[in-house]
């Protein structure tokens, strides 16, 4: 069993529009790096028709994406629960519209350790998952879809490092 544990409380919070500042800034250059380096070892034709698809399947695209974001958030809470111990009565979502960002939400402390789990679990799955299978395989679908996930997980990237220098525990 787990011994008990002193609750400390320290802002470790940051807005929406740093967030998203910080993932345009950091963002940017990471898809440009990561498309190139994808050309580079496969070259055009590998993603030649991609973008000609996502155009004729906009709607198809576009739902993918939303289903993609919902689903990042739920992973959030899965993590944070698997990893954390806690029920799913702790949690809730929500959305920013001034900032067009989704969220998931744990209302009770848990250790440092489970909550980078569960803020890094998306990331993970969606994005750099994903990305090293294209990137690997030469799909350009995995690489794009991996790409795309691993941008949208900037926002925690940002997290993991305010978190950086606390105790696991």
Not at 75 to 98: M, Q, R, S
Not at 149 to 155: S, V
């Amino acid at each position: 069993m787990d011994e008990p544990v002193q609750i400390t409380r320290r802002d470790a919070t940051t807005s929406p529009g740093k967030a998203n500042a910080f993932a345009m800034l950091v963002g940017l250059p990471l898809a440009i790096l990561a498309w190139f380096l994808f050309q580079m070892r496969w070259g055009y034709a590998s993603t030649e028709g991609l973008f000609e698809w996502i155009r004729q399947n906009a709607i198809l695209a576009a739902l993918a994406v939303l289903v993609g974001l919902l689903l990042h958030e739920a992973l959030h809470v899965v993590g944070w629960a698997l990893f954390g111990k806690l029920p799913f009565k702790d949690f809730e979502f929500g959305f920013i519209a001034k900032a067009l960002m989704p969220y998931a939400h744990v209302r009770n402390p848990m250790r440092v350790k489970a909550y980078r789990w569960g803020t890094a679990l998306p990331g993970l799955l969606l994005g750099v998952l994903p990305l090293m299978i294209g990137y690997i395989g030469g799909d350009g679908r995995w690489f794009v879809f991996g790409l795309a996930f691993t941008l949208a997980a900037l926002g925690d990237a940002l997290i993991l490092w305010l978190l950086r220098k606390e105790k696991p525990s």
